[in-house]
């Protein structure tokens, strides 16, 4: 018996890296959640300027917490794509819409950047669904119309607030 055969050997698993959409999502995310707390826009404190206000806003803290809120979705949601294009098409398209409702629900928490990040899933799913079986089938439409309506909620929370 050689040496080498008492040495267990670990195979570790490769991370999924997200797919576009999904880290398409996370960028338009993070720039809301940032607009939304530092950008001070004439529709949220009535007619003026436009303005930036860090310290005022919550500063370097709030800075790491909504940018955690963007890359734990990224990551979370990245595993969740990988693992939903691993199943048959219909599936897949199922499981868009379940993440586009999940960013719909989440827009009552949009200031954490996590809807677009969901519906940018969401919509990564869909497509794919549709590459796979050459069209698009009705789950994977509903999910891209609600990802499309959760990211322009997105952007519009983020700016009248």
Request: proline share 8%.
């Amino acid at each position: 018996m050689s040496a080498s055969s008492t040495v267990p050997t670990t195979r570790r698993r490769p991370v999924p890296v997200p797919d576009p959409s999904t880290t398409a999502g996370a960028v338009v995310g993070l720039g809301c959640t940032l607009v939304g707390q530092y950008v001070e826009t004439p529709w949220e404190s009535g007619p003026g300027d436009w303005g930036v206000g860090f310290d005022a806003n919550g500063g370097w803290a709030a800075l790491a917490a909504l940018v955690a809120f963007v890359a734990v979705a990224l990551v979370l949601v990245g595993l969740a794509t990988a693992r939903a294009r691993a199943v048959p098409p219909e599936r897949t398209a199922r499981r868009a819409l379940v993440l586009a409702g999940l960013g719909a629900v989440m827009i009552f928490v949009f200031w954490t950047g996590v809807p677009p990040v969901l519906a940018g899933g969401a919509a990564g799913l869909a497509l794919d669904a549709r590459r796979r079986l050459g069209r698009l089938p009705s789950p994977a439409a509903a999910a891209l119309a609600l990802a499309v309506l959760t990211v322009a909620g997105a952007v519009y929370l983020a700016f009248t607030g």
